[in-house]
């Protein structure tokens, strides 16, 4: 066995803390990767607070990790040791289910195994996550990245970077649309980049005045301050697609508002209570609402190669593994600018 560094939630209320497990060799079509940067999503916050389901705890977080390749099996044929090497949200999946046949693995009908809070396809033995200094992931489920682009900025790709980039491919978000994008955290600040590299038209709804500036220079087209009447009335019947990332409860009905007739909703972000949501907000006017999970392993590869093409990476404040505490009280009050990063060298 291979003894890991981490730091984990011993409870769902306890503060992440120095923890050490062990992790399996690495076998025959297995990678090992040290970790170098490991993203920081609003779910790690979600789950080890139990707000979704009953976690697994000891629960080490983080699912947006990139290092490089340390040692492979003797069958491994796409890495070699020295690699740079990525893994998000997903390490297996059943491999047979229809979801799974279609490269959709994050929609495996027999249970994708998360990279944290979850079991191996034996369904017994849990997985921990990247907020650690080494991963053994199988190969199909490791990705490539580009060492053109900035390694502790690629990190969040593997998140918030394919839940937004893949809805927006879904829908056939482009050239034409508007489309805004509900939340400027980690997940919306992504939804940007990708809507105006897409052709879209980039409006950023969001509680926060402060954050116009940054919604700009992101390339966002425009922005609307949720909280301004005003600003909310001019907006009103005048979106295409809203892309919601809001990671607390919100009024879906008043958003939907703001979409034309035969408008889409799509629901990314993952409150832990249920939405309500009266008929005549989606009657009135055709509109629909829908959701998307992350991205299968090969549209993931493909979000990171158009990356590298374009030059597209997050926006992010590295940290170290001691301030996790503290980003994550920013990030409840919406001060994320616009994902935090955690530098596994101060683990
Ligand atoms: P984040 O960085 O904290 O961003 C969330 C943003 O939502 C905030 O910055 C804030 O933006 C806005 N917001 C927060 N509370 C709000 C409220 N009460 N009303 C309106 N807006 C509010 O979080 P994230 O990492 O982007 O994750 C967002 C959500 O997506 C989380 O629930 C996460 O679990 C979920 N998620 C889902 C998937 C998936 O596969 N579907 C994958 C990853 C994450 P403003 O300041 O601009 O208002
Ligand atoms: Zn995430
Ligand atoms: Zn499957």
């Not at 839940?163 to 978000?173: A, E, I």
């Not at 799509?266 to 939405?275: E, R, T």
């Not at 404040?317 to 596994?344: C, N, P, T």
Request: hydrophobic fraction near 40%.
């Amino acid at each position: 066995m291979i003894t890991a560094k981490a730091w984990a939630a011993q409870t769902p209320t306890s503060e992440l803390a120095p923890w050490q497990f062990e992790r399996r060799e690495v076998g025959a079509h297995d990678v090992q990767f040290d970790i170098q940067y490991c993203g920081v999503c609003h779910s790690d916050l979600h789950q080890i607070r139990n707000d979704w389901f009953e976690g697994i705890f000891p629960m080490v977080p983080g699912h947006e990790i990139v290092g490089k390749v340390v040692k492979v099996g003797a069958h491994v044929k796409k890495f070699k040791v020295g690699d740079l090497a990525a893994v998000g949200c997903l390490v297996d999946s059943c491999r047979t289910c229809s979801s799974c046949n279609d490269g959709l693995e994050q929609y495996c009908l027999n249970g994708a195994t998360g990279t944290y809070n979850s079991r191996e396809q034996d369904h017994k033995t849990p997985t921990y996550g990247g907020y650690s200094n080494t991963i053994v992931v199988n190969e199909d489920f490791v990705l490539h990245i580009s060492d053109k682009l900035d390694l502790t900025a690629t990190a969040p790709l593997l998140c918030a970077g394919i839940t937004t980039y893949s809805p927006l491919r879904h829908w056939k978000v482009g050239k034409g649309h508007k489309l805004a994008v509900l939340g400027l955290g980690g997940l919306g600040h992504m939804a940007v980049k990708f809507g105006v590299a897409f052709g879209a038209d980039v409006t950023v709804l969001s509680t926060s005045p402060k954050k116009e500036a940054d919604a700009k220079k992101l390339g966002a087209h425009h922005f609307v301050v949720t909280t301004d009447p005003e600003q909310v009335k001019k907006a009103k019947g005048s979106f295409d697609f809203i892309l919601d990332t809001v990671s607390a409860e919100h009024d879906l009905s008043f958003y939907l508002s703001l979409l034309k007739v035969n408008g889409s909703l799509i629901c990314v972000g993952l409150p832990s209570s249920p939405f309500s949501l009266p008929a005549f907000s989606v009657v009135g006017g055709r509109k629909s609402v829908a959701g998307s999970s992350i991205g299968g392993i090969a549209e993931t590869q493909e979000m990171l190669d158009f990356c590298a093409e374009k030059g597209i990476v997050s926006d992010i404040e590295l940290i170290a593994m001691k301030d996790i505490q503290s980003a994550y009280d920013r990030m409840i009050k919406g001060d994320v600018r616009y994902r935090f990063v955690i530098d596994m060298a101060t683990l």
